[in-house]
């Protein structure tokens, strides 16, 4: 076998560790947020990411996006050393991360924009976008004038114009009603099946941790380290097929659940005594 044939990884972080000083004061206490995070992201998987509150999981994934520096490790990209931004990855945030003042297609165009994309190809290439989320009846409104599963479209339609490979994605589905969010999940799965781009993907939610992913990273309690990489092994596409009924779901459900609530009861225990 050739070197060539050997994929090169998504995403590969080896030995990262993030401390957070509580302020600028050399002396200030200081948080250990992760903690030797190993871990290869192959290209074109959907990886969720699940953990106890605080356990470190936005502070992965801004890192894995280079919008907060590591202490230690290596975070390389695409067989890359990186540690600023770049157009491999795109952001998909909780709070859709719009302007309010512009426009639909205005918050769309501008990562093109700001990469100076000639103005048709930018428009051409968000509108394709945005017809993809099924908005464009409402390009020419404001975010305000839109539900939040709609602001949360207009937040994908923005990630994939860019062209992005990886989209990070910080609990994308957490502010939406629940039945917009089985919706959104659907389309999501099929925009995945159609363009197979590497998505890393955080969640509360169990059952979206596992409806998802091909793999489920759970993480342990504070300072978050890789707890276990749980494989999910059900059928695709899953948009066409009720996956919540099938065996494997519930058994790495159930497992996934068991890890979360020994680190919860543990966590209750300590807080009382
Ligand atoms: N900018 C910061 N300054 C100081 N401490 C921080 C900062 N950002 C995160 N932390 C701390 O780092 C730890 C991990 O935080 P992080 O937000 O990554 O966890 P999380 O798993 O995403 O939490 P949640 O599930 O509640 O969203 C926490 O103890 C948090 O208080």
């Given at each position: ?20 000083r ?12 992760l ?6 992201i ?10 106890p509150?605080g356990?470190g999981k ?18 390389i990209?695409?067989?890359?050393p990186?540690?600023e931004p ?6 998909v945030f ?15 165009t ?18 394709k ?5 099924g ?37 994308p589905?957490?502010?939406?009603d ?5 919706l ?5 799965l ?14 509360h939610?169990?059952d ?9 990273l ?8 890789v ?7 059900l059928?695709?596409p ?36």
């Open positions: 076998m050739k070197d060539s044939d050997v994929e090169v990884p998504a995403i590969q972080l080896r030995g990262v560790r993030k401390t957070f509580l302020s600028e004061d050399r002396n200030a206490k200081t948080v250990l947020a903690d030797g995070i190993d871990l290869t192959r290209k074109g998987e959907f990886l969720t990411i699940i953990g509150s356990c936005t502070t992965l994934l801004r890192i894995m996006a280079s919008l907060e520096q590591h202490d230690e490790g290596e975070v990209v695409e067989g890359e990186v540690s770049g157009i491999r990855r795109a952001m909780q709070t859709f991360g719009l302007f309010p003042w512009k426009t639909v297609i205005d918050n769309v501008f990562p093109l924009t700001v990469r100076k994309f000639p103005a048709d190809e930018a428009r051409n290439t968000a509108m976008h945005i017809r993809r989320v908005l464009e009846r409402f390009v020419d409104a404001y975010p305000h004038q839109l539900s939040g599963g709609m602001q949360q479209r207009v937040g994908l339609a923005r990630a994939l114009s860019t062209g992005a490979d990886i989209l990070l994605m910080d609990e589905f957490g502010a939406i629940a039945q917009t969010r089985e959104m999940q659907e389309e999501l099929r925009i995945w099946d159609e363009e197979r781009k590497t998505v890393i993907f955080i969640t939610d169990l979206e941790a596992v409806l998802l992913a091909d793999r489920v759970l993480m342990s309690r504070g300072p978050g380290r707890r276990e990489l749980i494989d999910v092994d059928p695709h899953r948009f066409e097929y009720d996956v919540r009924g099938h065996e494997n779901f519930a058994k790495v459900r159930g497992h996934i659940w068991q890890q979360l609530r020994n680190d919860l009861v543990q966590q209750r225990e300590e807080e009382a005594s």
